[in-house]
């Protein structure tokens, strides 16, 4: 509920929409032009839905409200990235980050509030799960630092910050249609990403939707010990489970799955890993993608050499396995993959200026 029990009419679809017009009186199509007006024009107020009579607007304005999460923080990055500080209604607080670039700019959002997965080198883990993410928390996030941005480039959407989004599918799913809507938001389903640690039963879920956008899985290891110290879901759904599970997912003509392999050195890094990788993904049609550790305070994994990371990758690509190094935009402010713990609430102010931008790619969905 919103201010003064007002009902927010962020997070509705539009059939939801319809209804909600037919209930006042009036015809399907007006709801539509709500949804028009709120998700493709980005309409914050009901004075903006000039295309409704004067009536309805006043009536939708004393049940209704049109509210994003509140940025309450920003950091910027010296790559260009921003770090938000998102506040919602009841007060909780979630991370979204923004990355720039030359011919496009990506979103990571967030899906829950914490995270109850517990891998052992994600600082989002140490927040444990407060609450899922409702779908309009989870696009309000991206229509929030739209009217902040502004983007002019072609937009890319992962749901890999805050939370795991398959035990949050149902809220995910709503979100990425009202995303991907053309009469809404309008952006295609194959510049959005959703990253999963490996919730087998849901993987197969997700890939019966009729709307589905790419997946990506967490790899990072190569045998179940590993997996297992490192993810300690692996004991719920082993890697034997996971595989079969991404063997069985319906691709699409020439899509891939996406397998993020974080690196950390002495850990998972060693040319035996990645050989076991690429014995591991053998008869999947995948890629995968190599993404240096993002360290920080209280956590004692360190990132392996650039060498070392060329290696592994020689590995994989003589066994015909595409792999990709990716190197997370964001990690002096804490922004980049693994790194949200929501750090800035201390100094939710702070700014700092970005200086010259690194070369860099920006996450790993984002070709």
């Known amino acids: 509920m ?7 009419l962020v997070g509705m679809d539009r059939r939801e929409l319809e209804q909600l017009a037919a209930e006042r009186g009036q015809p399907a199509y007006r709801g539509r032009q709500i949804y028009t007006a709120i998700y493709a024009r980005g309409a914050r107020s009901f004075d903006e839905l000039t295309d409704l009579p004067g009536s309805f607007r006043e009536a939708l304005a004393q049940h209704y409200i049109i509210a994003y999460p509140e940025i309450k923080g920003r950091i910027a990055s010296r790559d260009g990235s921003l770090r938000y500080l998102l506040s919602l209604e009841d007060g909780a607080r979630v991370e979204t980050v923004y990355m720039p670039e030359d011919n496009r700019a990506t979103l990571c959002l967030s899906s829950q509030a914490g995270c ?7 600082f989002t883990a140490l927040l444990g799960l ?37 035990l949050n599918l149902k809220a995910v799913m709503k ?41 990506a899985i967490s790899l990072n290891a190569s045998t179940e010990e590993q997996r297992t110290a490192l993810m300690p879901i692996n004991r719920k759904y082993s890697l034997q489970q996971l595989l079969k599970a991404c063997r069985a997912y319906p691709l699409r003509p020439r899509e891939r799955l996406t397998f993020e392999y974080v690196m950390m050195e002495g850990i998972n890094d060693s040319d035996d890993d990645a050989a076991r990788v690429a014995d591991l993904l053998c008869g999947i049609r995948a890629k995968v993608n190599l993404i240096p550790y993002n360290g920080g305070p209280a956590l004692p994994y360190r990132p ?3 060498d070392r990371v060329l290696a592994f990758q020689k590995v994989l690509s003589d066994k015909e396995i595409p792999a990709f190094i990716r190197i997370s935009r964001g990690q002096d402010i804490m922004a980049a993959c693994g790194q949200l713990r929501l750090a800035s609430s201390a100094e939710p102010n702070r700014q700092t200026l970005p200086t010259t931008p690194q070369q860099c790619v920006a996450t790993p969905e984002c070709q």
């Open 130 to 166: 407060e609450r899922n993410l409702t779908p309009g928390e989870m696009a309000g996030q991206a229509l929030a630092v739209i009217a902040d941005q502004h983007p002019k480039s072609r937009l890319n959407v992962v749901l890999m910050g805050m939370g795991e989004p398959l």
């Open 175 to 215: 979100a990425v249609r009202l995303l991907a809507d053309p009469r809404g938001m309008g952006i295609s389903l194959r510049r959005i990403t959703v990253s999963t640690a490996g919730i087998v039963p849901k993987i197969a879920e997700f890939g019966r939707e009729a709307v589905r956008p790419k997946l």
């Open 304 to 306: 392996p050499s650039l």
């Open 116 to 122: 109850a997965v517990d891998c052992r080198f994600c």
């Open 2 to 8: 919103g201010s003064n029990s007002r009902r927010n």
